[in-house]
């Protein structure tokens, strides 16, 4: 079965750079989240998209921002990068936003480290 | 202030034994419960949820246990396999903020030996 694809799946870039992620959700679902996730700690909940439309908004940055657009494809656009961005970004996905028992299909993630 | 919490970094369990792993949340602003197992360098993979509204969900192996009075919920893996050795994430989606987000504990490490 189709999964959630997430591009780059490593990627490296200099502070201050800019840096964007791409995720590709599973077919025919909506929704679509991003998660931040540093080293030894639990994925952080950064923002949602709903039918192209913001739906959630978490700790997300005001140096990033993120879209969904019309085949329900998200990129998370990170501007002014920081050594502390170095993390793992998760695309997660579902087919609807009160998807049944509030599981979200996640991606394998893009690892971002920052020098 | 982490809402979701699991108290054990790490378990180990024998093969064919039981595994029990622990998460405790904060709030009872929560309708569904989540476990994700997490390998390395591949994304969570849910598991099982449970309704706030239940005490109970079974799925083959795997059976959660929901005790809101405790505000308190377990996963069971029984027989545990080798196989089962990973992360396990509990997980909180919240009633507030669209029933978008996730929140995430910070993860119990099982490794299960012959």
């Known amino acids: 079965a189709a999964g959630v694809i997430q591009s780059p799946r490593h990627l490296i870039k200099e502070k201050r750079e800019t840096a964007t992620l791409k995720c590709y959700p599973i077919?025919?679902?909506?929704?679509v989240y991003w998660y931040q996730q540093g080293p030894g700690q639990d994925p952080q909940f950064l923002i949602s998209?709903?039918?192209?439309?913001?739906?959630d908004k978490g700790s997300i940055p005001d140096r990033f921002s993120a879209q969904q657009f019309s085949d329900y494809h998200s990129e998370l656009n990170m501007s002014s990068l920081e050594l502390g961005d170095s993390a793992l970004y998760f695309c997660a996905s579902s087919l609807g936003r009160l998807a049944g028992g509030g599981e979200q299909f996640f991606g394998p993630g893009t690892r971002l480290t920052v020098l | 202030d982490q809402q979701v919490k699991q108290n054990s970094p790490s378990l180990s369990v024998q093969e064919g034994r039981i595994s029990i792993l622990n998460c405790d949340y904060t709030?009872?602003?929560?309708?569904?419960f989540l476990w994700y197992k997490k390998y390395p360098a591949e994304g969570p993979t849910f598991l099982i949820s449970?309704?706030?509204?239940?005490d109970k969900n079974e799925d083959g192996r795997f059976t959660v246990f929901l005790n809101k009075s405790a505000k308190h919920l377990s996963l069971h893996i029984v027989p545990s396999q080798p196989g089962d050795s990973a992360v396990y994430f509990c997980a909180a989606r919240p009633f507030s903020g669209g029933y978008n987000k996730l929140i995430f504990g910070a993860g119990t490490r099982l490794a299960v030996h012959p």
């Open positions: 709030n009872s602003m929560f309708d569904y």
């Open positions: 077919p025919r679902h909506d929704t």
């Open positions: 449970i309704s706030s509204i239940k």
């Open positions: 998209f709903y039918e192209k439309m913001q739906s």
